[in-house]
């Protein structure tokens, strides 16, 4: 994830950087990402123009990692109906389906390269947490505000909530590495 308090050189150098990494192991683009972004953490804007200068092209970088990673052959980058399907099952599937929905976009985000491991177990875990953390009380005290009233937001509405926002923040890490679809006709 890009700190969004770096300057705006290092945010805009570390967003290519991953972009131009899209082919390379998750876990290995993961970690030149995290190398690069702790090299450039704490500079000024003038201080990190000039080490990204000698950085280099980050497409310069990524064939580098793609050069020295075993020579398997490279997955074909899910295309952009595949993430935008998984997002929106994600966000809406446990409305449509209850829970079933939901558990599938989990699958196929687990199944796809496109994301991070933190990103799929923030994904993962959070929305379940917050009907946890909110349901819970439910079954400790039994009046007021702890009533029903909780049920139904603990169960229903804040889950909802946090897997939309999930979804949203998944749609928007994925869609510069998803591959667009071929038009016909042109």
Do not use: C
Request: proline fraction near 6%; charge should be negative.
């Amino acid at each position: 994830m890009i700190d969004q308090t770096a300057p705006q050189v290092v945010r805009n150098y570390l967003a290519q950087l991953e972009t131009a990494l899209s082919g390379v192991a998750t876990d290995v683009r993961d970690g030149i990402v995290a190398g690069v972004a702790e090299e450039l953490g704490g500079l000024d804007a003038a201080a990190a123009a000039a080490r990204i200068e000698s950085l280099g092209d980050p497409a310069f970088i990524a064939a580098e990692a793609r050069a020295e990673s075993p020579a398997t052959q490279p997955a074909l980058a899910p295309s952009r109906w595949f993430s935008i399907l998984t997002v929106l099952l994600i966000m809406f599937g446990g409305i449509v389906f209850p829970i079933i929905g939901w558990a599938v976009g989990i699958v196929m985000m687990w199944a796809s390269t496109l994301w991070s491991r933190s990103q799929k177990l923030v994904t993962t875990i959070v929305p379940p947490t917050v009907a946890l953390l909110l349901f819970l009380p439910n079954f400790l005290r039994s009046d007021g505000i702890f009533g029903w009233h909780l049920l139904v937001l603990g169960g229903l509405i804040l889950p909802g909530v946090a897997a939309i926002v999930t979804g949203i923040l998944l749609g928007r890490s994925v869609w510069s590495r998803a591959v667009p679809e071929p038009v016909e006709g042109r």
